[in-house]
Structure formats: structure tokens, C-alpha cells
């Protein structure tokens, strides 16, 4: 088990030690940090606000690299907390394969003439797999 844990860990680390800095840049600017169910989360500050004001296709409420979910607020991180957590999961299966996966899906799909983002394979299934959770429950 312990081996299995391990590798869990190693198979994504190069993007988890990106989310890592990304995470010590959003602390330097106001951000938060909490460990949750073997996952840092960083949300908040100055730099998830600015995040939260980019134009439309850039804006986003959180995203995951590797080990590491990175949210504009608080509030963005609980209601996408299970999605997220899909994408931990899919970066364990995909390893360092993972992104380079992700970006040719949403490309096959602005191909295609769909969206990118929600017709993506990985975002299909985080949103199957974890609904996102209502701001009121």
C-alpha cells in the first residue's frame, strides 16, 4: 500500500511542484493554504482576484496541477472541491501525460467546432463523476 501511495504521488509530481510555486506565488499575495484529504489547496488574495476578473475564455474558478487545486476564493474552492478532486484523480492515472491529454482533447473539440472546455473528455468526467455543488447547500 505504502508503494502504491507512493506512486500515486511520484507518477504527476512535475505538475504538483508547478502547482506548488503557483501556490507560494498566491501566499506572497494574500492567498490561503489548507492540506485536504492528501491535496494543498491554495485560494484567495490578490492574485485569485485578479484571476477572477479575466476576460471569458481565460477566466476560470479553479484549476488542478497534480497534487494542487488552485481557486480564486474560498467560496469557488467548496463548491468545486469534488470536480477538482476528479482531476487528482485523473492526474494519478495519466501521470506527466496528463496535461499534454487534456489540451489535445480541447483541441480535437474547437476542431470539431464544439467547446472546448466543456466538451473536453476530462471535463465530461469531472463533471459526471462530482456535480458541482450548489453555493446554497
Known sequence: MVKHTFLR????????ALGLLLGAFALLLGGQWRRHLGVIEFSGGWLGAGLARLP????????????????VDRSALAQLRRHEHVHVRQYERWGPFFLPAYLLSSFLQLLRG???????????QAYALAPRRRADS
Do not use: D
Open 114 to 124: 464544439r467547446n472546448p472546455y466543456r466538451e473536453n473528455y476530462f471535463e465530461r
Open 9 to 16: 504521488y511520484l507518477w504527476p509530481s512535475l505538475y504538483t
Open 56 to 71: 471569458q475564455p481565460l477566466r476560470f474558478s479553479a484549476m488542478t496541477l497534480g497534487h494542487v487545486i488552485l481557486a
